[in-house]
């Protein structure tokens, strides 16, 4: 803080500024990395000891922390980064945070506009930079705007559909002095109430029983609309299936009517969804698909009703008989009793079927955990662990309750499979594509839960891509626990290639730049240099056991686990 005179008396830094007013937006973190350009607000937290910088040693990995943070408190992160170059590390992470809608308001440090002209070491079009994975972008050029201009970033990266926005701030608007009061942080509703909700109840109740599929999306979890949808659930006796491409489990994976997360190829989305008549999905993107096929996603004849608070993707691929666009908590507070009275003429139909549905999906998902249990005991005992056995093993430690944050391609789908907790909100994983989400998203998600336990599972692969993580996590002494399954290549590639009979590399068996080996990477020596305590799991018995010490541990550590390879 400058030495207050005569002529700067009322007056404070523009860095000084925008700490009070993240102070009082409730701000209690700012992940970044700073460089020279960010030195007037690394100097203003000097005086500001109740908002915490945590430090990432790449600006990619300060991404990821702030996108965990925001998806675990469900709030607004705040970030900032360095410069164009820094912005240019980052923007991978922001295209995850992007397709996710992860609320982040972003910032940059830009070089003193006074030589601009000159074209200074660090100076770049940051607006444009960002702009193509933003919401907005823009440049502050004066102390007295940021009030206005931070508290808007604050608010529209929350309003729907949530996302990312951006501020470049030049050294020397952070460092002039301004008169302009901070403000007072607004009181804003953003849950709105969808409109034709009568008429989705008419024809959700005409529904024959028993041939409505549910979709339940990743908004369910921003909207902390679990139990709501728990409740349509349970009165339409309805199967619930998760997003073919989540980043979140919205629904309890222990109740009876969840059915799974949908595949990722539409020819296989259309066999499960061709058993019904109608499918309502509830929050958008839910059948993103992966490799292209020939048919569609939604089989002819099947009715779509879509309930989202993001007008964009109501009706974008897909024709539908009604969709309408709010807050899905509450407009689902509203539906229930809509819907309820409609289905009373066919209460017993609903009853029995309500029965039925309960008891056919509780043997049906005992029969398929039970066909993979049976498969993962008899592999148990195999030279090198099979990722079945890991991803069994990984749900036994991890149990019911601890969060688990997700990149791990290669047991992803049999540890989805194996989840049987009564909460909405265990599970997280990465749906904008980019790897390197996983590591630094577990610590920010500690500290969005307020230090709780994470356990992230993560890819060899994708676990290179932001390693630094591990030195965060420890100087931070957050209890996460990364498992680390190391297969020693790119197992997803190498698969979608041999779903490909023409490619020559499935013929020749050669797989050109797919193996992460000569030499083989080393994590416990990796997290070693980092302050994270590791150990190396070559046997499927001790597995369990690794991970269970490392949750009680309290502390950041790793635990490799070394699976077959394809």
């Known amino acids: 803080m400058p030495i207050e005179t005569v002529e700067t008396a009322g007056r404070r830094r523009g860095a000084d500024l925008l700490v009070e007013v993240l102070r009082s937006e409730g701000v209690r973190y700012i992940f970044g990395n700073p460089g020279t350009t960010e030195l007037p607000l690394i100097d203003a937290l000097t005086e500001a000891p109740d908002i915490a910088y945590i430090l990432a040693l790449q600006e990619a990995t300060a991404v990821a922390m702030a996108d965990g943070y925001a998806q675990g408190a469900r709030r607004p992160a705040f970030l900032n980064l360095h410069t164009a170059g820094g912005l240019g590390h980052a923007m991978g992470g922001l295209v995850n945070s992007q397709v996710s809608g992860t609320p982040l308001v972003v910032t940059a440090g830009q070089q003193d506009l006074r030589h601009a002209l000159t074209d200074p070491l660090l100076m770049g079009d940051l607006v444009a930079i960002a702009d193509p994975v933003m919401k907005w972008a823009r440049e502050v050029t004066s102390p007295d705007q940021i009030p206005i201009l931070l508290r808007r970033a604050f608010h529209d990266a929350g309003a729907a559909p949530s996302g990312p926005v951006f501020l470049s701030l030049p050294m020397d608007v952070m460092e002039a002095l301004s008169a302009v009061p901070a403000g007072e942080t607004s009181t804003i509703d953003q849950r709105a109430v969808a409109g034709s909700l009568d008429r989705l109840a008419e024809k959700l109740a005409a529904i024959a029983p028993g041939r409505l599929a549910l979709i339940a999306g990743d908004e369910i979890d921003a909207s902390d609309a679990s139990a709501q949808m728990v409740a349509l659930a349970d009165l339409l006796a309805a199967p619930v299936y998760g997003s073919s491409w989540p980043a979140h489990i919205p629904f309890p994976t222990a109740h009876p009517l969840w059915a799974g997360n949908l595949p990722t190829r539409a020819d296989a989305i259309a066999d499960i969804l061709g058993r019904y008549d109608a499918v309502f999905a509830l929050g958008g993107k839910s059948l993103i698909t992966v490799l292209y096929s020939e048919v569609s996603a939604v089989p002819p004849g099947v009715q779509v009703f879509q309930l989202s608070a993001d007008v964009r993707d109501l009706g974008r691929t897909y024709a539908t008989c009604l969709s309408t666009v709010g807050d899905i908590r509450a407009s689902l507070d509203a539906l229930l009793p809509l819907l309820a009275p409609r289905l009373a003429d066919r209460a017993d139909a609903f009853a029995g079927l309500r029965a039925g549905a309960v008891t056919g999906a509780v043997t049906a998902r005992a029969e398929r955990r039970a066909r993979l249990a049976a498969a993962a005991d008899a592999a148990f005992e195999d030279p090198v662990i099979a990722p079945l056995v890991a991803a ?87 209890p996460v626990t990364f498992v680390v399954i190391n297969n020693a290549e790119y197992n997803i590639l190498k698969t979608f290639m041999k779903g490909q009979a023409h490619y020559a590399s499935v013929r020749a068996n050669r797989f050109i730049a797919m193996d992460l080996t000569d030499p083989r990477i080393d994590f416990p020596a990796l997290a070693a240099s980092m302050g994270v305590p590791a150990r190396r799991v070559t046997r499927a018995a001790d597995i369990a056991p690794a991970i269970e010490a490392g949750i009680r541990s309290g502390g950041a550590n790793l635990v490799e686990v070394v699976v077959r390879a394809t």
Not at 437 to 458: E, I, Q
Request: aromatic share 6%; charged share 15%.
């Open 392 to 478: 069994r093993e990984v749900a036994r430690a991890v149990g019911a309750e601890t969060t688990i944050v997700d990149e791990a391609p290669a047991t992803l789908t049999h540890l989805r499979t194996f989840l049987d907790s009564p909460s909405a909100h265990q599970y997280a994983a990465m749906r904008g594509g980019v790897l390197g989400w996983g590591m630094p998203a577990a610590v920010g998600f500690s500290l969005g839960l307020d230090r709780a336990p994470v356990v992230c599972v993560v890819g060899d692969g994708a676990a290179l891509y932001s390693p630094q993580a591990l030195w965060t996590a420890a100087h931070e002494k957050l």
